[in-house]
């Protein structure tokens, strides 16, 4: 009698723990994050909710190797993190509109969001900030130049109209080359202008 109630609560100990356990891996994928100190943890890291429709967590969900359980964290409290080819920096970014124009203004003390990195280098970065879009719940993101050092980002495309050519010509008007090819239309795509500017407008 008394050994079956002494299996009957180890089973019950165990499920209370496994079973959290397993909740939490649902879901996730292998990932790390970059603390502030800059130290990487891997572990396993969710930032989305599945399903039919995609939701961006504030916080990341984040299990580190060996532990038990999952933290939250907001891009204040670390520098980034990734998972498969997915990689995310944390960076005090504020969206500025005035007279039909929206600027990207880079400055410490302003909110952190995290943004996904798609090309970097040490002179010019290329990032999508993600979002979701109300009407659709559709996952879309604006893309975003940084030069390093820079106070501000730029957007890149328009939607369907393409190369905001002003706006990156205004962005990179130290580099003649790059302003008269946007200009004559010759760059077309994003990479384009990010290696152009790469291969045209560094010094040796």
């Known amino acids: 009698m008394f050994k079956r109630l002494e299996r009957y609560s180890l089973l019950i100990l165990f499920s209370c723990v496994l079973g959290p356990l397993s909740g939490q891996s649902k879901n996730y994928s292998e990932g790390y994050i970059i603390t502030i100190e800059g130290d990487t943890i891997e ?5 989305r909710s599945g399903g039919m429709f ?35 920096e944390s960076f005090p970014l504020r969206e500025e509109s005035s007279f039909f124009k ?5 400055k410490e003390g302003n909110e952190r969001v995290f ?21 659709s719940n559709y996952l879309d993101y604006i893309p975003l130049f ?32 790059l302003v008269h090819a946007l200009e004559r239309k010759e760059l077309k795509e994003i990479t384009g202008v990010y290696y152009f500017y790469l291969e045209k407008c560094l010094g040796p």
């Open 43 to 47: 572990g396993l890291v969710k930032d």
């Open 54 to 88: 995609t939701d961006l967590y504030s916080r990341i969900r984040f299990k580190a190797e060996n532990s038990l359980f999952k933290k939250k964290y907001s891009p204040d409290k670390i520098l980034g993190y990734g998972y498969g080819d997915h990689s995310y």
């Open 102 to 106: 929206i600027r990207y203004y880079v």
């Open 115 to 135: 943004l996904r990195v798609i090309l970097k280098n040490e002179a010019l970065s290329y990032y999508h900030w993600e979002y979701i879009e109300e009407d």
């Open 146 to 177: 940084y030069r390093w050092g820079s106070e501000e980002m730029v957007r890149v495309t328009q939607g369907a109209l393409g190369l905001k050519r002003k706006q990156l010509a205004a962005y990179f008007r130290d580099c003649p080359e």
